[in-house]
């Protein structure tokens, strides 16, 4: 048997191999190959079949499609795009009660390790779920994604092999983080159509392209016996354009490079697919894409942040709210998930010149405020506040009667 063996057998053979748990579950996994193979339609729905099986669902199939389809530029880029949307998001941890900032665990949460954690968070919208395990070392979290191919979520079962029978229940292991996205396979399922129709045109164009980027040559004579001479000439003249063909020899050349509208079938069809993409990822086409203006560009963007960016960024919230902080208490991290909350600040919706109209209107109506919070929002090198002298109060005096 493996290092772990806490697998589905009888209910007391469980029970004694879940004694021999082993913290880090993820080096059960067996390595196995994946399917590298032209995807196609067929797949997909195969893909899909599979992972909503109501008797065995197996996901493996559908995750091998999407990191295989997941290589379009375009489609990578849209990701990037909406997760960033949230990454780049400033955020704290403040008390509940007293909605003080706690700048200990805020600067705990500001490392490599979280923005890493939330990165792959974020990736539960696009591929359904993400299943991490949490440790400490060196007094510093740690976490570890388990392989989505391994993974049935329906069941929470991590399987040691992607069509096997072994399997480990990862809600029962201890520090495991379970991030789900309310759509049914995760929204790249619903444009895997589109990459694949891209693929296909983008392949067919290189094809046409190969066969008809040079024109095609083709040679007349009367002289049969000069034949095998035309024909090697013709093969020698390639790129240059020249030849030496007998007397008699009549040369045709066959320009088909535009034949059919190809940059209309082809590069035209590929445009399309990619703007579907864009609308279901990030709202528009215009963020991405060449040509657009900026006022509907920047529509666009406040779209993306103010509503799609707006519910990743709440997920965001209950999942490190929920559970990450109970788990960093657990492993003795200063969070107390009673007292304490993450959130992004939303303040940052508003632009700086916004900004400082309200703080510029609060003190013209005679509020005092925070001068820390003045230095760290607008960047004021404020080293005190200047004396003005009362330009009556000059040591004279008169009584006027």
């Not at 913290?23 to 599979?50: G, H, P, Y």
């Not at 949307?85 to 509940?96: E, G």
């Not at 960024?313 to 209950?318: G, L």
């Not at 003045?374 to 005190?384: A, E, R, S, Y």
Request: charge should be negative; include cysteine.
């Amino acid at each position: 048997m493996g290092l772990f063996n806490f697998l589905r057998k009888s209910p007391v053979a469980a029970t004694a191999d879940k004694q021999k748990l082993v913290n880090d579950i993820v080096l059960q996994i067996a390595q196995e190959f994946q399917d590298r193979s032209r995807k196609n339609i067929t797949k997909w729905r195969d893909s899909n079949t599979a992972a909503e099986s109501p008797d065995d669902p197996r996901w493996y199939l559908l995750q091998d499609l999407i990191d295989d389809l997941i290589l379009d530029a375009h489609l990578a880029s849209v990701i990037d795009v909406r997760k960033s949307a949230t990454l780049n998001h400033r955020f704290y941890v403040r008390d509940k009660k007293t909605q003080e900032t706690l700048d200990e665990q805020t600067d705990f949460l500001n490392k490599q390790w979280f923005y890493e954690f939330l990165d792959s968070a974020l990736d539960s919208v696009f591929r359904k779920y993400t299943i991490a395990q949490f440790f400490r070392v060196n007094d510093k979290p740690i976490f570890k994604l388990i392989p989505r191919r391994n993974i049935c979520p329906q069941l929470g079962r991590m399987y040691i092999e992607v069509s096997g029978s072994a399997f480990v229940n990862y809600n029962e292991v201890p520090n495991i983080i379970e991030i789900m996205h309310t759509s049914k396979f995760g929204l790249v399922n619903d444009v895997i159509p589109n990459v694949i129709w891209k693929r296909d045109a983008l392949q067919a164009y290189a094809e046409f392209s190969e066969r008809f980027g040079k024109p095609l040559i083709t040679a007349t004579t009367n002289n049969k016996a000069e034949a095998p001479r035309i024909s090697k000439s013709l093969v020698e003249l390639g790129d240059s354009g020249t030849g030496v063909l007998p007397t008699g020899t009549t040369i045709t050349v066959h320009d088909l490079a535009n034949a059919g509208n190809p940059e209309k079938t082809y590069i035209e069809n590929a445009k399309l697919q990619d703007n579907q993409v864009s609308k279901r990822f990030v709202g528009s086409t215009t963020i991405l894409d060449e040509g657009a203006n900026r006022s509907q560009t920047q529509v666009h963007i406040e779209t993306l942040d103010d509503k799609i960016a707006q519910s990743d960024r709440r997920n965001m919230i209950f999942c490190v709210n929920d559970q990450l902080f109970p788990i960093l208490n657990s492993l003795g991290f200063p969070f107390n998930p009673d007292t304490m909350e993450f959130v992004f600040d939303e303040t940052e919706d508003l632009t700086l010149n916004q900004q400082w109209e309200i703080t510029k209107g609060a003190i013209e109506a005679g509020y005092e405020l925070d001068i820390d919070e003045l230095v760290k929002t607008f960047n004021l090198p404020i080293t005190g506040k200047k004396q003005v002298q009362n330009p009556l109060n000059t040591g004279f005096s008169a009584n006027f009667q």
